[in-house]
């Protein structure tokens, strides 16, 4: 029990702030005879020398003598570590919050896939919703895109046609890129089908028919005369596309945010390149194989 307490004493000593260097001539005891008084001369000659910075020097170089318990020492342990591992140990609010984030969204897209199987609480409409996710499908616009340019008998037509199928070719592409660098899975493990791996669509992040919904809808509201009531159909189509790969499970609600934005970046950039209708006159004469380079 007194070897305990000696051992306490002994470090209370040490973290006390007179155990500094430059507090070390205010515990030295007084030479001379003054005895407790410390009122002679011989006190203040032992109080100037023990001021001298050599001697607190000497004094602040030398080593414990006293032995430390293993108790004392794990005590210490801790105000030694290193100012790098206590950095490490605080990640920073940005990763916080980026973490944060990623929870939240796939809790969320987890709880959105209620027609991810056919046992899940709307597993009855899956079907539905696997079929209005076909119509924001790759193959499906860019089949029916080259039908009505065969069909169209107008420049204009024509002109706005070959614009959409060369956007809808950049869309596929870009998607399809991004997704291979990302390689971000699905909220749920599901195989791709068929009609997803020829359209490269084989990864989660971004939602291509989000991508291509939205592409689509601004384009022929740029480029189409419609009625509000047709507007706001084609603005509703667009967001249920990108919902119904949500509920069916293949996609996050980031990745379909992300999805809708990457469209509206299609968009701009053909608006950006727009082809001319001589332009689109001479790449359907090379598909046609019809071109004569020299009439």
């Not at 023990?50 to 000497?58: D, E, L, N, T």
């Not at 971004?206 to 706001?232: D, E, G, N, Y």
């Amino acid at each position: 029990m007194p070897t305990n307490y000696n051992a306490r004493s002994r470090a209370r000593e040490r973290n006390s702030v007179l155990s500094r260097p430059e507090f070390m001539s205010l515990n030295q005891p007084l030479r001379g005879g003054g005895g407790g008084s410390g009122g002679g001369p011989g006190s203040s000659e032992s109080r100037g020398s023990a001021r001298r910075p050599g001697q607190i020097k000497h004094q602040a170089s030398q080593p414990s003598e006293e032995p430390a318990d293993s108790g004392s020492k794990d005590r210490r342990e801790p105000g030694k570590m290193p100012e790098e591992d206590c950095m490490q140990l605080n990640p920073s609010f940005k990763g916080i919050a980026m973490n944060s984030l990623l929870a939240i969204d796939i809790c969320l897209s987890k709880r959105m896939g209620v027609c991810a199987n056919t046992s899940s609480s709307w597993g009855g409409c899956r079907s539905m919703v696997a079929l209005l996710a076909l119509t924001g499908h790759g193959i499906t616009w860019i089949i029916g895109t080259i039908v009505c340019l065969t069909r169209s008998n107008t420049l204009a037509g024509q002109e706005v046609l070959v614009n959409l199928l060369l956007a809808l070719i950049l869309d596929v592409m870009t998607v399809a890129g991004v997704q291979r660098l990302v390689k971000r899975r699905g909220p749920w493990e599901m195989t791709p089908g068929f009609l997803d791996c020829v359209a490269m669509d084989t990864y989660s992040f971004p939602a291509a028919h989000a991508s291509r919904a939205a592409m689509v809808s601004k384009f022929l509201l740029s480029h189409l005369v419609l009625a509000v009531p047709l507007r706001i159909l084609l603005v509703l189509w667009a967001f249920l596309v990108g919902m119904s790969r949500v509920l069916l499970g293949k996609h996050h609600l980031t990745d379909m945010v992300c999805g809708f934005a990457l469209g509206m970046l299609h968009f701009s950039l053909m608006e950006t390149v727009w082809l001319s209708s001589n332009t689109c006159q001479t790449l359907i004469s090379i598909s046609t194989l019809s071109w004569s380079p020299f009439f």
